[in-house]
Nanobody
Framework: VQLQASGGGLVQAGGSLRLSCAAS????????MAWYRQGPGKQRELVADITRGGSTSYADHVKGRCTISRDNARDTVYLQMNSLKPEDTAVYYC?????????????????WGQGTLVTVSS
């Protein structure tokens, strides 16, 4: 089971980006999905998360500017980011709580994507 993130890049302040993260492998089900970020010299922090049923929560620093969504049929989570600021510059990581099948066994694991770099210029 793995997560593949995409959509990062260089954008000017005030611009928008949409991040995507697709899960693949022997997936039985996915519970919570989320986006985290880690800025230069900072610890990783939660940006937003979404339950399988679609309930969402956001960190204060992105409320009103970001929208997290998911497509359960595609095992994919998205993060639409608007009104980007230079302080949003970070590597963005997707996370998923995945129940996977490994041979005859089922196992629930915290899975992380490889990170996608978002750079916001002033």
């Amino acid at each position: 089971v793995q997560l593949q993130a995409s959509g990062g890049g260089l954008v000017q302040a005030g611009g928008s980006l949409r991040l995507s993260c697709a899960a693949s492998g022997s997936i039985v089900s996915i519970d919570d999905m989320a986006w985290y970020r880690q800025g230069p010299g900072k610890q990783r922090e939660l940006v937003a998360d979404i339950t399988r049923g679609g309930s969402t929560s956001y960190a204060d620093h992105v409320k009103g500017r970001c929208t997290i969504s998911r497509d359960n049929a595609r095992d994919t989570v998205y993060l639409q980011m608007n009104s980007l600021k230079p302080e949003d510059t970070a590597v963005y990581y997707c996370y998923a709580d995945i129940l996977g099948r490994f041979g005859v066994n089922l196992s629930r694991n915290d899975c992380w994507g490889q990170g996608t770099l978002v750079t916001v210029s002033s």
